[in-house]
Structure formats: structure tokens, C-alpha cells
């Protein structure tokens, strides 16, 4: 009876286990789509401290779609982060900020484009992004390596 029992709570066990991993699996990729008559998407490739143009889009209705599908996992990430530290600076609702445009970066140092006064950044190149969301009419440019946002309020 006790092996019975045993073996039951072991399958049991099992089968949890099994169906957590199902649950923390990423989703299966989505099928690329094509922008719609009305916008753009373009990829292009240039040297260091110039974008890759990941996506510019006009108009910005449904074409935010086209740009996230054009990042990878990191740059999804990062978007997300930008987005809420803009939404908590601005104190709206996450989605109110429309993402524009990304670009993927190779910053010429570590201040991602935006120094500081008085800052000193390392000499190296540092792979990034630059992403513009759109609130209300006003745009607002975030840079970032790929761990961090900033928010660069002086234009690079």
C-alpha cells in the first residue's frame, strides 16, 4: 500500500511539474507581417554610432505592431521598461505611450548618447537602442545599452 501511495505522489508530483514548465515556455513565434498600404517598415544596416533602422512607421495606429515584431526578446524587454518609466514620469496609463520608432545602436561610450555634466562614461563601443514614444502629440527619446533605458532629453 505504502509503494502504491509513494508512486501515486510521485506521478502526481510528475505531472505538476510537467505542467509548469508548459506554463513558463515562451510563446511560439509569430509569423512576420507585412506593414499595411498606409505604413512602412524598413532594415537597414550602418556603421557604429549610426542606427539600424529597425522600423519607422507613418502613421502610428496600428503600425507600433510592426516595429515590436522587428525586435528581438532584449529589445522587447527594453521597450517595456522605457515605456513604464515614462508612464511613471508622466503619471498616465503605460499604453498611452505610443512607440514611434527603434533603432538598433552602437553607442561610441557607455553614456548611450545622452552625457552628463560632470560625468565620466568608458571608451568602449556599447550595443543599444534608441527608441521614441509618442504621448500626446510630444515625443520623447529613450536610449539604452541592454540592460538599462535612459531617457535623453538632450538630442545626440
Not at 511560439?28 to 557604429?48: C, F, M, R, W, Y
Amino acid at each position: 500500500m505504502r509503494y502504491e501511495v509513494r508512486r501515486l505522489a510521485v506521478w502526481g508530483a510528475s505531472l505538476l511539474l510537467c505542467l509548469w514548465l508548459m506554463a513558463c515556455a515562451p510563446p511560439p513565434a509569430a509569423a512576420p507581417t507585412q506593414p499595411s498600404p498606409g505604413e512602412t517598415a524598413t532594415v537597414t544596416s550602418t556603421a557604429t554610432a549610426e542606427p539600424t533602422r529597425l522600423a519607422t512607421l507613418q502613421p502610428a495606429l496600428p503600425a507600433e505592431r510592426v516595429i515590436m515584431d522587428s525586435l528581438d526578446a532584449t529589445g522587447k524587454l527594453l521597450v517595456a521598461q522605457a515605456r513604464q518609466d515614462l508612464a511613471g514620469r508622466l503619471n498616465i496609463d503605460a499604453q498611452a505611450a505610443t512607440l514611434v520608432s527603434a533603432d538598433a545602436m552602437r553607442w561610441s561610450d557607455s553614456s548611450l548618447g545622452c552625457p552628463q555634466p560632470g560625468m565620466m562614461y568608458a571608451q568602449v563601443i556599447t550595443p543599444g537602442y534608441r527608441f521614441v514614444f509618442d504621448v500626446a502629440g510630444q515625443q520623447y527619446d529613450y536610449h539604452t545599452d541592454n540592460k538599462r533605458v535612459v531617457l535623453c532629453e538632450a538630442k545626440p
